[in-house]
């Protein structure tokens, strides 16, 4: 029995927020502080011939003016290919090539209208498949020269491939000779922006002292100074990351954004310079979730097991890798879907061309990827006549099976999930014309490695202060970590205040990404609150004179079990630790995950490609107008294991909120591009879902504990997004028959199917 | 010019330019937080405000039309150290994530509840199609405001 995990406890920074009390870096005032402006490529792929600043410096107000990359060192996720500042070549159109800092906007821009700029377009390149062929233009002639994470990056030379990652199981042409049925088939799935409300946005101070302050919107703090002390040369102690309230994130602030710049211009002029991006520079010159181009051939025999997959994904990621390596190779991991398939294989790419970088996005290439392997299940269900529920019941991965990586699978719920999921959208009840079901499995592996740490301090009165390094970014981690320790502390929820990070004081972790937070920095949390709870009671043994494992602690007191007589106050305990005995109670804990190995560079495989991997099950009602070709979505149940929920209504919330940004992916959102430009960068032309636009979600969960993990959670932020899209495709091919390969369902892409099909009726 | 308002209920004064949008004088001239800038441009709604008892997207609306006019904001939404009915029920409901959009969703539910007081959940969606929120996915969001509607506590604060 728990006292606290498990309650839908009311999140510690909710009042805040719902009384406009929240403090957002868009907030961040300092004395004497500049704006700062960037000046962006209007070319996808030019050579600076020549550049003039001088003009700019000259505009009254303007405190610093900062062009090409000569102080700072070129930098990146896995791989570091990006410029700060490019100072020969641009790469895409919105890339900032000068910086300028002044006392007001409109100071900072004229000056950024006098830059003079000469260019020499160079061949330019849009699109993955054809950037991958020989005579493609090539973005990063030099790419091997950079330094990169072999285990996750691994470029093919003389291309504009930056990943390739390789799945190799068995035969697939054994496979698909063993086969009665096979289907092939291309699916495509567009950009997409994260619309994080809040705007990428920070402010940098350098101190004449060559120390920098930073605050941001990050995800990622430790990430952030980490990669901004090696592009301005200073020390870790030097850099200093503070992270307000953020204003969501969805993977689109997991590294450095606009922080450089605003910290080279206070290199400059040693004041406070704030960046905010307007939100048409967050479409043109932020990262953006993957494009991609997935072929896939899928054999079964005629009882409808599956005999062999091959899969060939691109992933577009734009001029730079920012984590397009990591997005192909998670992607990649998905290559085979949630199935048991005896022979794979498996080549996903992340590929240079010249559009805005492609980056992290909630899913890491899972959506796009079981968008294709969960389209064609449906498929092969249908050339063999098999129910799609049931087709998937017969190949899903269970326990103890093999995983593409050869590893054997654990805490495996695909088949619950779907049942469940079957059982709620009340499958098997007749549908009216024009209305069908569908459904998709969901399977999402988290980060490789991850380190996190946590400390957690009892003050005199034994309120806790719990200092973490992971930003709380809507996800609801500062309160589910409150939860963790106030659980294992004997404390009351809100007798725990979580610090938001600051890289000077908290001690380090990875950040808010990949569902982490709750599963490897919740180990950290526990291991420090358990740490802390025996000094609590070492200190209370020792007043007690009994033995430490004799003791409890129970509502605000330190008890000898089974003794009620024999009882000290928590707050005297810990004021006597302070004073007497002991010292103050400081708990530590640290989490890195154990026996992780690369995966084999040509077959894949690894005993442990990551820390674990989450499972569920979505599955959609729709209504097909064929006059309009509109797909309206009537409801959705989206099924997640989440391992034990430590707060229902937060995991509810993050379904929800995931489940919606995938119906977004299947129905409405794209970035349109043309010669690599953003056609569509702003909120009326790129359309994100609306309240009126919503369905009823029922969210269900499915509570399989993991057996390694504090309280057995899984991650759960991610997975909502996965599988909407393909449930929703499913649904529209057995509402009306028709195929839909590209994202999104958009109307004139229906109609065209439905008019397709009727021309072959006729 | 000088503007003069009423501030949550309060009569402040500052100085503004003929063309500052409503937003920015909240921001820069009053120290008023709450309504978030999302996009300037009419598209999110984080910026929603009550003007006269209207909601406005407060990006896009040129304070000095409004000398003498009537400003409500998440700021003043509590009464005696108590907070709003809809608070509170987005307290309850989980309906509020990143925080980003949440003042706007607000002024936008107490804008719903003045109107109809008994509004369904339909018309409660309805009336959010000027915001964005892009944590929540919106349900959490529309029960929260259906709660007060049904317990026909929304009262008239604003
Ligand atoms: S900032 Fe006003 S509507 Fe977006
Ligand atoms: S709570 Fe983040 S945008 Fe609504």
């Known amino acids: ?762 | 010019m000088t503007l003069h308002l009423i501030l949550n209920g309060m009569p402040v004064s500052c100085e503004c330019g003929p063309s500052e949008p409503l937003l920015e004088v909240l921001h820069e001239r009053l120290n008023v937080r709450s309504p978030r800038r999302g996009c300037d441009d009419s598209y999110c709604g984080a910026c929603s405000v009550l003007l006269d008892g209207q909601l406005v997207h407060s990006c896009t609306v040129l304070a000095a039309a409004f000398d003498g006019s009537d400003v409500v904001t998440a700021e003043g939404l509590m009464k005696d150290g108590r907070l709003h009915p809809v608070q509170e029920a987005f307290l309850r409901h989980g309906a509020t994530q990143c925080g980003y959009c949440t003042a706007g969703f607000l002024m936008a539910a107490v804008a719903v509840l003045n109107e109809s007081r008994t509004p369904s959940p339909n018309e409660i969606a309805n009336a959010m199609r000027g915001n964005i929120c892009r944590c929540t996915g919106y349900q959490k969001i529309v029960h929260a405001i259906h709660d007060v509607a049904r317990q026909g506590e929304g009262g008239d604060f604003a």
């Open chain 1, 1 to 762: 029995m728990t006292r606290v995990v498990g309650q839908p406890v009311i999140r510690s920074d909710a009042w805040r927020k719902v009384t406009g009390a929240s403090y957002y870096t868009v907030d961040v005032t300092l004395p004497a502080m500049l704006v700062g402006k960037l000046l962006r490529s209007p070319y996808a792929h030019a050579r600076i011939v020549h550049m003039d600043i001088s003009r700019a410096r000259q505009v009254p107000g303007v405190a610093a003016v900062v062009a090409g990359n000569g102080r700072a060192s070129p930098w990146g996720g896995h791989i570091w290919d990006q410029p700060v500042l490019p100072a020969d070549v641009v790469r895409y159109r919105g890339e900032p090539l000068v910086a300028v800092a002044a006392e007001s906007e409109a100071a900072a821009e004229e000056a950024l209208r006098l830059v003079e700029v000469v260019y020499e377009a160079l061949p330019s390149v849009f699109d993955p498949e054809q950037a991958m062929e020989p005579g493609a233009p090539l973005l990063h002639p030099q790419m091997m020269e950079y330094w990169r994470n072999e285990a996750v990056c691994r470029p093919i030379p003389g291309t504009n491939a930056v990943n390739r990652t390789r799945f190799r199981v068995g035969s697939v042409t054994t496979g698909f000779s063993e086969a009665a049925a096979v289907v092939e088939a291309t699916f495509t799935v567009p950009g997409i922006e994260h619309v994080t409300l809040e705007p990428t946005a920070a402010v940098a101070w350098w101190e004449r002292d060559d120390r920098l302050t930073v605050w941001t919107s990050t995800q990622c703090p430790f990430v952030v100074r980490d990669q901004l002390a090696h592009v301005v040369g200073l020390p870790l102690h030097k850099v200093r990351v503070i992270v307000p309230d953020v204003g969501g994130g969805f993977g689109g602030k997991g590294n450095m954004r606009i922080e450089p710049y605003a910290a080279l211009l206070s290199r400059e002029c040693h004041r406070p310079v704030k960046m905010v991006h307007s939100r048409y520079e967050e479409f043109v010159g932020s990262t953006i979730g993957h494009p991609a181009k997935i072929r896939i051939k899928l054999g079964a025999t005629r009882d409808g097991v599956l005999t062999a997959i091959q899969t060939t994904a691109f992933y577009d990621t734009g001029a730079y890798g920012d984590s397009g390596e990591m997005v192909s190779w998670q992607g990649g991991l998905g290559g085979a879907g949630p199935y048991r398939v005896p022979h794979v294989a498996i080549d996903s790419y992340a590929v240079y061309t010249n559009k805005v970088p492609a980056g992290a996005f909630r899913g890491m290439g899972w959506p796009q990827m079981l968008f294709a392997i969960e389209s064609a299940i449906d498929m092969l269900s249908a050339r063999l006549q098999i129910d799609p529920v049931e087709f998937r019941l017969k190949n899903l991965l269970e326990n103890g099976d093999r995983f593409v990586t050869g590893e054997v699978l654990e805490s495996v719920t695909l088949r619950e999930c779907l049942l469940k999921a079957r059982e709620a959208i009340d499958w098997d009840a007749p549908t009216p014309p024009n209305r069908g079901r569908g459904v998709a499995l969901v399977m999402k592996s988290s980060v490789n490695n991850s380190t996190a740490s946590a400390v957690v301090k009892i003050h005199e009165d034994t309120t806790v202060q719990l200092v973490i390094g992971a930003p709380e970014i809507g996800q609801g981690s500062h309160s589910a970590m409150a939860q963790i320790a106030a659980e294992i502390l004997g404390v009351a929820y809100d007798a725990v205040e979580v610090t938001n990070p600051d890289t000077a004081f908290s001690p380090y972790d990875r950040g808010a990404i990949s569902d982490r937070t709750t599963f490897h920095l919740g180990q950290a949390v526990y291991e420090a609150a358990t740490q802390a709870r025996q000094q609590l009671l070492a200190a209370a043994a020792d007043w007690l004179e009994a033995n430490p494992a004799d003791l409890e602690i129970c509502e605000g007191y330190v008890m000898v079990k089974g003794v009620p007589a024999r009882t000290a106050p928590l707050a005297a305990v810990a004021r006597r630790a302070y004073r007497v005995k002991g010292g103050p109670i400081i708990g530590e804990g640290r989490h890195l995950e154990e026996g992780i190995v690369p995966l084999d560079p040509l077959t894949g495989q690894s005993p442990k490609a990551v820390s674990h991997y989450k499972y569920g099950a979505q599955a959609v009602e729709v209504e097909v107008d064929r006059e309009l070709g509109m797909v309206k979505v009537l409801r959705v149940v989206s099924v997640h294991d989440c391992g034990r929920a430590i707060n229902p209504i937060q995991v509810s919330g993050q379904i929800e909120g995931a489940v919606v940004q995938g119906l977004g992916l299947a129905l409405w959102e794209a970035l349109q591009f043309e010669d690599g430009q953003v056609m569509n960068p702003s909120l009326m032309d790129y359309h994100v879902p609306m309240a009126p636009e919503i369905p009823e979600i029922v969210p269900i969960l499915v509570e399989c504990p993991h057996p390694h993990s504090p309280f057995g959670v899984k991650g759960i932020g991610e997975p909502g997004i996965i599988g909407v899209a393909p449930a929703v495709a499913n649904a529209v091919s057995r509402a009306v028959g028709i195929r839909i390969f590209d994202l999104p369902l958009a109307p004139e892409r229906v109609l065209r199917a439905l008019q397709a099909t009727q021309g072959r009726a006729r």
